[in-house]
């Protein structure tokens, strides 16, 4: 026994180094963590932050701009803004309230642009019709139908009601960080989504499917 | 009738939340889109490209061949730092020996011997320097001491006549004669 133990401490155990250590997980790091990484100029931790964000980022600059095209421009645009901003960016909010504030000024800009404007004049979102239509399905033809006239309805909103319905919409966001992107209280958001919803629902009437009340 | 209002109500509230679904629905399909692959593989490549020093070495050459223009302008408009001194005679001009011999109170010695880092040199230089400083009295720069004589011409003065002032007598003051002045004219010597 004594043996052994004054075995070992002449030879202690050291790790073999054929086998790598184990890695760590990044799942387990906050976006703090990675911004604090990323600030350092290490382009995997930004990377990171992409991949949590893109979605929510995307699907800010499609609710300006509804074109894919311009919308994953702006997105692309606004990360890398981001990136060469760390230095910048104090941590008064989350990454991603800041990095989705930016997006959406750069996608109003756009939407400002003459480029955007007509682009936009042309239709955009394709609704998808039924070929052929059956006997049983004339409530699908029907609700396909209604759906074409209710986005045609939300395209003509004013740009600050549908703004609030296509952000609520985008099932990223809740009230206080639709408020934060388009820079107005919590209540003015549940005012706007609510009058969009109004509006939509009475031009729906006035096509005589609904009776919006 | 309350049993009948309350279930019209719910048909309504029905109908209407029905409505909402519909609206929501096709507001999600205005913004519903996923990211593409090419959004985040894009981002890294322009962050890479960013990162990487051959990005940066045109703005570095930029910044390289500008100092150089600086610099060569620079020395073309001031000239070079060495040449004053080269220019600069070590022996006394015949110009300088002529107002030299004028006087030594209208100049003062000021030639400076060349520069060297040798002690041989530096002596024979404070050598040659003493030896000027003995022979030439005038500075270097006053090469051209032919200046023509100020000639000033006198100014030619009218006395000025003062002009009596009418007194009443009657007030009881006495009239003050004043003399007329008489300005002499500036000479030169």
């Known amino acids: 026994m004594a043996v052994a133990s004054a075995f070992r401490r002449t030879f202690p155990i050291l790790p073999d180094p054929t086998i790598a250590a184990p890695r760590q997980s990044i799942h387990r790091v906050t976006d703090e ?109 029907h609700t396909a139908e209604l759906q074409r006239h209710a986005v045609s309805a939300i395209q003509a909103l004013s740009p600050k009601l549908r703004d609030a319905l296509l952000l609520s919409q985008t099932g990223e966001y809740q009230y206080d960080e639709i408020a934060a992107i388009l820079g107005i209280p919590v209540g003015t958001v549940k005012w706007r989504l609510s009058e969009a919803r109004r509006k939509v629902r009475e031009k729906l009437a006035a096509l005589g499917y609904v009776d919006a009340k | 009738m309350s049993m009948r209002n309350e279930a019209h109500g719910l048909n309504e509230r029905r109908e209407s939340n029905g409505i909402d679904k519909l609206i929501d629905d096709a507001a999600r399909q205005i913004v519903g889109a996923e990211p593409s692959a090419a959004l985040r593989s894009g981002i890294r490549e322009r962050i890479d490209r960013r990162s990487s020093p051959w990005m940066s070495l045109p703005a570095f050459a930029g910044a390289g061949a500008l100092v150089v223009v600086v610099l060569v302008v620079g020395r073309a408009l001031l000239g070079t730092p060495g040449e004053p001194d080269r220019a600069r005679p070590t022996h006394a001009s015949p110009a300088i020996q002529r107002a030299a011999t004028d006087g030594p109170d209208k100049a003062r010695p000021t030639i400076e011997p060349e520069r060297s880092e040798r002690p041989e040199r530096l002596e024979r230089s404070e050598r040659l320097s003493r030896r000027l400083a003995a022979d030439v009295t005038a500075p270097p720069q006053e090469e051209d001491p032919v200046i023509p004589p100020l000639v000033i011409e006198p100014l030619t003065t009218e006395p000025l006549r003062a002009v009596q002032i009418a007194v009443d007598v009657r007030s009881g003051v006495t009239p003050i004669e004043i003399e007329p002045l008489q300005i002499e004219p500036l000479r030169s010597e």
Do not use: Y
């Open chain 1, 33 to 141: 963590e990675l911004v604090l990484l990323a600030r350092q100029g290490d382009p995997d931790a930004f990377d990171q932050l992409v991949a949590r964000h893109q979605s929510a980022v995307l699907r800010a600059a499609m609710a300006a701009l509804r074109n894919r095209e311009d919308a994953e421009e702006v997105a692309q645009d606004a990360f890398i803004r981001a990136w060469r901003s760390l230095g910048r960016f104090r941590g008064e909010s989350a990454f991603r309230t800041w990095v989705l504030r930016i997006t959406w000024n750069r996608a109003i800009s756009k939407r400002r642009g003459l480029a955007g404007w007509l682009r936009r004049a042309t239709p955009i979102v394709d609704v998808a019709e039924p070929v052929e239509i059956g006997e049983g399905q004339h409530a699908g033809l």
